[in-house]
C-alpha cells in the first residue's frame, strides 16, 4: 500500500484537493438555487451545451479564439516595446533618469482605468481591447526587465571588460543573456496579465470572446454560462502559462540545471 | 639579475581614494604605491584581508582608475582594460549561460575569431588545464576547482602576455587550493606568462612566487620583498619553506 | 599515536557525547557508515576529511537538522534531545543576527534559554571582554569586519554554556594571520570556559593547532579512518618540528587509502 502511494503520491495531491474541492461545491450548491450556485454536473452540462450550440453567432471555441487573439496581439506588442524599453532603462542610466519619472506615474494606473480613454481614442472595436491588455502587459514586461537588468552581477561585466569587450558587446553579449531568467518571469507575468484583462477589454461592447460569454450569461440571468466563461479563462490562461515555463526550460537549459 | 629583465608592468606612485556613500571622509585605499613586474615572472601580491591588494589588480587591469600615479605596460600607458591582460577572479565570474568551451573562447569571440580557430584553440587550454571531457557542461554543474580551472584556460586561451589572478583559490577548502596551487604552478611552467596573483595566503605566496611583494594595511602601500629562493617543486613543510613562511608572517601587518 | 597514548588521554575523560553506529543514506546512496566515536567533556575535538567526504552530512546529522538512517547519538547517556541539549553551531557562513546590536547579539541566545536577567547580563559581560569587544557592544554587524562578525558568532554561541558546540570552518576565508589570532583566541575561550568543541576543518594545519585530539574521516562512504592524540603543549608552533611531523603524518593519512 506504501509504495503504491509513494509511486503515485505525485499525482494523489492534485487529483485528491480537485476531487475535495468539487464535493465542497456540490455540497454546498445543494443549499442554495440554482442560480446563486450552480452545481458542478450543471456547469458541465452547460458548458457541453454550449460547445455545441454557437453563442451569439460564434461556437465556444471560436470565443476562445477571438480573446486569444486579442491576447497575442497585445502581448507580441508588449514585449517588443516593454523588453527593449526595460533592458535599455536598466542598462544606461541617463535613459532610466529620463523615463523611470514618467513610467512611474503612469505605473499604478490599472488596465481597467484606460478603458474611456481607449473607447475614446480606438472606438469599440478590436483595437481598444488590444489597447487594454497592452498597457496591463507592457508596464509588467518593464519592469521584470528593468530590474533583471539592474540586478545583472557587476563582476560579469568586469569580466567582459578585462577580455576587451566595447560597451556593445558588454551589453548583448553578457548583460542581456544574465538577464534571461527576469525576461523569462516578465514575458510570463505578462501574458497572464494580458490574459487576464482580457475580460474588462470584452466588458466594452464585445461580441465574441469569453469575456462576452460571460457578459450573456449575466445578461440571460444564467450562472452557470458566467462559471463557465469563468473556467475557460482558467483553463486557457494555466496551459498558456505551462507552454510558457516549457519554453523557458527549453530556451535556457543552465537554469534548469541550478534550479 | 632583475635589472636586465624586461619590465612588462611599471606602476609608479599609484594612489586610489574612494569616495564612501553616506560618509563625509574619503577612504584612502593605495597610497602612492610603486611595483615594476618583470617578463614571464611570477609575481605575488600578499597582504591581509584588506589591503587595497585588490584595488592594485584592478587599476592594473585597467578596470579602476588610479586617483594619482600611472602605469605602464610594454612601457605604453594603458587606456582601460585590454587583450594583453586575462584575468582570473575569486568568484570565478563564469558565465552560466555558456558551456565550458564557450566560456573559454570568450575573449576570442569578443576579438571576431573565426568560430573553427576559436575551439581549436579553447580546446588546447580546457586540455591544458585538465578538463578534457567537459566541454559541453555548464558551469552549474563544476566543483569549485573545476571552476576555477575554466577561468584559468579562459584567462589563458585569450592569449594575453599578462595574467592577473585575484585570490582565485579564495573560496575553495584548503585541500582543493592545495591541489590548485600545484596545477596552476605546473600549467604556468608550460606555458609561461608574466603572472601578477593577488592572495592573503602566506603558504600560497612563497609555493607559488618567485617574487613576492607584502603589503601593509589600508591605506596599502608596500612594505617589503621577498625574491623566493627555494627551488620547485617547493614542500609546504620543508625546513627552509617554514623559515622563509615565519619572516614572512611577521612581515605582513595583522587586520582584525 | 600508540595505543598507549590514547588509553593514557581518555583515561581521566569523562564522555560528554557518544555516536555509535551512526548511518546515513540517501536513498541507495551511503554517505556514513557505521562511524563510531566519542566525545569528551572539555576537550577541543578537530575533526578532518578529504574534499567530499560527507562533512557537512556528518555535521548535519549530529546536530539533528537531518534524521539519521541508523545508530545513535547520546548527550551525558541519554539520547540527544533539542529540548534538553544545547547544541550550539559556527558555521563558515557568518550568522550575526544583523537587526540587533553586538551586545543584543549575544544576550539573544541566553534569553531564549530563559536565565535570569542579572545572570544574563553577567555572561554578557563577560563574552565581550574575552573577545574582546567591548568597546564595540553598540555596534551592529553590518559596521563590523567580517572576522569581528564571526568573534560576535562565537561569543553568542560561547555564552550559552552548550553541552557541545560544533564549529564548521569558521575561519576558512581569513587571512592566515587573521586565523591563528582567532584560534589564539578561540583556544582562551575554550581554556576559561571549559566548554566541549567540536572543530571540522579540512585544513590540517589548523586541526593541528587547535585540537587534542584529530578523528580522521574516510572518503565516502566515510568512517574514522584514524585517531591521532596532539601531545604538544601550548602555543604551538606550525615550525617546530613535532608539529611539521604530526601535520604530514595526518596529510598522508588523508591522501591515501
Known sequence: MSTFIKKYSKWLAPIGSFAAFLLLWQVASLNVSADFLPSPLMVWDELVRLSQTPVGGTSLLGHVGYSLRRVMIAFI???????????????????DKIVSPIFELLRPIPPIAWIPIAILWLGVAEGSKIFICFVGAFVIMV???????????????????????????????????????SIFAGVQNALSMAWMCVLAAEMVGAREGVGFIII??????????????????????SLLAALLRGAERALCPWRSEMV | ?????????????????????GQKKLLHVLNSVSLEVYKNEFLVIL???????????????????????????????????????????????????????????????????????????AQHYIDLVGLNGFEKSYPAELSGGMKQRVGIARAYASDPDILLMDEPFGALDAQTRYAMEKELRLIWEKEKRTVCFVTNNIEEAIYLGDRVVIMSALPGRIKTEHNITIPVPRAYTHPDFLTLRKQISEDTDLVL | ????????????????????????????????????????????????????????????????????????????????????????????????????????????????????EDEIEKRVERMLDIVGLTKYRTYYPQQLSASMEQRVVIARNFAINPDLLLMDEPYGQLDVKLRYYLEDELMRIWK????????????????????????????????????????????RQFDDPKFVALRDYVTESIKWW
Open chain 1, 216 to 237: 450573456q450569461g449575466m445578461d440571460l440571468n444564467k450562472s452557470s454560462m458566467i462559471l463557465v466563461g469563468m473556467i475557460l479563462i482558467g483553463i486557457v490562461g
Open chain 1, 77 to 95: 506588442l508588449a514585449v517588443a516595446f516593454g523588453l527593449p524599453l526595460g533592458l535599455l532603462m536598466g542598462w544606461n542610466r541617463v535613459c
Open chain 2, 1 to 21: 639579475m632583475s635589472e636586465d629583465r624586461e619590465v612588462k608592468i611599471a606602476c609608479k606612485g599609484i594612489s586610489k581614494t574612494f569616495h564612501v556613500p
Open chain 3, 1 to 116: 599515536m600508540t595505543a598507549d597514548n590514547k588509553s593514557a588521554y581518555k583515561a581521566k575523560r569523562e564522555v560528554k557525547v557518544s555516536v555509535k553506529n551512526l548511518t546515513k543514506k540517501y536513498g541507495d546512496l551511503l554517505v556514513l557508515d557505521n562511524i563510531n566515536f566519542d566525545i569528551y567533556k572539555g576537550e577541543l575535538l578537530c575533526i578532518v576529511g578529504p574534499t567530499g567526504c560527507g562533512k557537512t552530512t556528518f555535521l548535519n546529522c549530529l546536530s539533528r537538522f537531518i534524521p539519521i538512517t541508523e545508530g545513535t547519538i547520546d548527550v551525558d547517556g541519554v539520547p540527544a534531545d533539542p529540548h534538553i541539549h544545547n547544541i550550539a553551531f559556527v558555521f563558515q557562513e557568518v550568522s550575526a543576527i544583523p537587526w540587533l546590536t553586538v551586545e543584543d547579539n549575544i544576550r539573544f541566545g541566553l534569553r531564549i534559554k530563559r536565565l535570569p
Open chain 1, 143 to 181: 519592469l521584470n526587465s528593468y530590474t533583471g537588468m539592474r540586478y545583472v552581477d557587476p563582476l560579469l561585466i568586469d569580466a567582459a571588460r578585462s577580455f576587451g569587450a566595447n560597451p556593445r558587446q558588454q551589453f548583448f553579449n553578457v548583460a542581456v543573456p544574465a538577464c534571461l531568467p
Open chain 3, 192 to 235: 576559561e570556559l571549559g566548554s566541549t568543541v567540536a572543530f571540522i576543518t579540512h585544513n590540517i594545519e589548523e586541526a593541528v593547532y587547535l585540537a587534542e585530539r584529530i578523528l580522521i574521516l574516510s572518503p565516502k562512504p566515510s568512517t574514522i579512518k584514524e585517531e591521532v592524540i596532539v601531545d604538544l603543549p601550548h602555543p
Open chain 2, 47 to 121: 597582504g591581509p584581508g584588506q589591503s587595497g591588494k585588490t584595488v592594485l589588480l584592478n587599476c592594473i587591469a585597467g578596470l579602476i582608475e588610479p586617483t594619482q600615479g600611472s602605469i605602464l605596460i610594454n612601457n605604453k600607458p594603458i587606456t582601460g582594460p585590454g587583450p594583453d591582460r586575462g584575468m582570473v577572479f575569486q568568484r570565478y565570474a563564469l558565465f552560466p549561460w555558456k558551456t565550458v568551451v564557450q566560456n573559454v573562447a570568450f575573449g576570442l569571440t569578443i576579438r571576431g575569431v573565426p568560430l573553427k580557430e576559436r575551439m581549436e584553440v
